[in-house]
């Protein structure tokens, strides 16, 4: 099945904001410069977006989906719980490291949309619920639920933390604390209480 012209073109100027939003921020990136880079007509633009708003939403949930796609394969893996874990907290750790880091295209917007009602915010809140619930699925398999929500809830927090202090330049330190932190709180949390 191939893709459709109209649908290439949406996704080109997806990928384009996307590319611009994680350099330069939401507020900062105007349509125009999209247009510009994506070299795309102003009435194509508005036939897929008629709001900058819309946008910034597409492009975060593309952003989720790519993630959400490696999570998927993850599921699949015949690997311990502690492994799966480990592995989210690696793939943190390459991104960390590669040229193309800016930090948290969520946590970015959640700076600049702060408000809850926002569909920006909800965009956000709903990649950070994803993570946290596929977290307290893998923790499921070895712990109550009660407990897997909430040692995933605590996991959420280190790799927010380790992908803020990747940001201003400490990436290996707080990948290594995070992961060695995140897999001792699971080992303690499979204790009987």
Not at 9 to 30: D, I, M, N
Not at 185 to 190: P, T, V
Request: charged share 25%; with cysteine.
């Amino acid at each position: 099945m191939t893709s459709s012209p109209v649908s290439d073109k949406r996704q080109h100027v997806v990928e384009t904001a996307y590319a611009l939003f994680k350099r330069a921020g939401f507020h900062a990136t105007g349509i125009d410069r999209i247009i510009a880079e994506a070299d795309v007509a102003k009435m194509t633009m508005y036939r897929h977006f008629p709001s900058k708003d819309e946008l910034i939403v597409a492009v975060l949930d593309y952003r989720a989906r790519r993630f959400d796609d490696q999570l998927d394969k993850l599921a699949q893996k015949n690997m311990a719980p502690e492994q799966k874990i480990a592995e989210i907290f690696d793939w943190h750790g390459r991104w960390f490291r590669s040229p193309d880091f800016h930090g948290c295209l969520f946590a970015h917007a959640l700076a600049e949309f702060g408000d809850p009602g926002h569909p920006v915010f909800q965009a956000v809140a709903r990649q950070k619920n994803g993570l946290r619930q596929r977290m307290r699925s893998i923790l499921s398999e070895v712990m109550p639920r009660g407990r897997a929500e909430n040692v995933a809830a605590t996991l959420l927090m280190l790799i927010e933390g380790a992908t803020l202090m990747a940001q201003i330049g400490q990436a290996d330190t707080a990948l290594r604390e995070a992961r060695k932190t995140a897999l001792d709180i699971i080992a303690a949390s499979r204790r009987p209480q």
